[in-house]
């Protein structure tokens, strides 16, 4: 069974929604599992998820498709183990903000063009002006939290060259479901190791369902939609904005106060996900399907 297909700017920014949503009612699971286990529950549940609603075929899968699949589920599973480890020691906005260091410099680095380079610029002012004032007033920044931010940004954008390589040979949601039952092998373990039995309670169970749909079932089969038709440096530059949905999220659900320089970063990294989807519209046509 196929998602129904979604222009591949909507998708973008439905998937990034979605995953900060879902970053909000995670974190507030770790009291009770810890980021281990919010990462099991999250992997685990989005694969069974999946599995139920479409029933993708992973059986006619070929090996050729599997040493593509592979890579790209260990990556999907290390990124999510490293973003929850520095989502319980950093504020949200700034986690999502150090973590996007990876596809901005993923977008640097395949920019070819003088315009790309300043769309990059300005995301990364955006940037620059979120990362000092993430965290609550006088409140020292997690070393430890940082480095594993920066780690997981680099998983991500890995992510994006290997989910645009699956995406593009796998149909429908089975290259996601397939990555998921890759990643869960790795997730689940750490999470049963890490947490045990609290993981069958059965308000955490119902919690995690949700996670599992708002951070990983919905969000990955969009992206991996996104990404059959747009290349790996648009994709990259636009997801610039996910800072500012981080931020906006925290706003929403935490309560956290956003300063005129917040608000500022946020329009920078808006402005450059928009530039950058309208000029690659003009002058570079999308990587087909």
Not at 112 to 133: E, K, Q
């Amino acid at each position: 069974m196929r998602v129904p297909a979604l222009p591949p700017v909507p998708a973008v920014i439905l998937a990034m929604l979605s995953i900060q949503g879902g970053a909000v009612f995670a974190k507030m699971l770790f009291p009770q599992v810890g980021p281990p286990g919010a990462t099991a529950l999250r992997v685990g549940l989005a694969f069974l998820l999946l599995l139920a609603l479409f029933r993708p075929r992973l059986q006619a899968l070929r090996r050729a498709d599997w040493q593509a699949i592979v890579p790209y589920g260990l990556t999907l599973g290390l990124m999510n183990l490293a973003f929850y480890q520095a989502l319980s020691r950093l504020p949200l906005g700034l986690a999502v903000t150090l973590e996007f260091i990876g596809p901005l410099g993923l977008a640097l680095i395949l920019s070819r063009r003088v315009l790309d380079f300043v769309w990059v610029a300005l995301a990364g002012v955006g940037i620059a002006l979120i990362a000092p004032h993430g965290g609550n007033a006088g409140s020292a920044v997690d070393g430890l939290g940082v480095a594993l931010a920066l780690l997981a940004g680099a998983f991500w954008a890995l992510y994006i060259v290997l989910g645009g390589v699956v995406g593009r040979r796998v149909p429908g949601v089975t290259g996601v479901t397939a990555g998921l039952l890759v990643a869960s092998v790795i997730c689940v373990p750490v999470g049963v190791a890490h947490a045990g039995t609290a993981l069958l309670s059965l308000p955490v169970l119902a919690a995690g369902l949700g996670v599992a749909a708002l951070s990983a079932a919905l969000p990955f089969s969009l992206e991996m939609s996104a990404l059959r038709v747009l290349n790996a440096r648009t994709f990259g530059v636009m997801m610039s904005v996910e800072p500012a949905f981080g931020a906006l999220s925290g706003l929403i659900f935490l309560h956290e106060r956003l300063t005129p320089l917040q608000w500022a970063a946020m329009a920078c990294v808006i402005v450059a996900s928009a530039g950058v989807h309208l000029t690659s519209r003009q002058v570079e046509s999308p990587v087909a399907a």
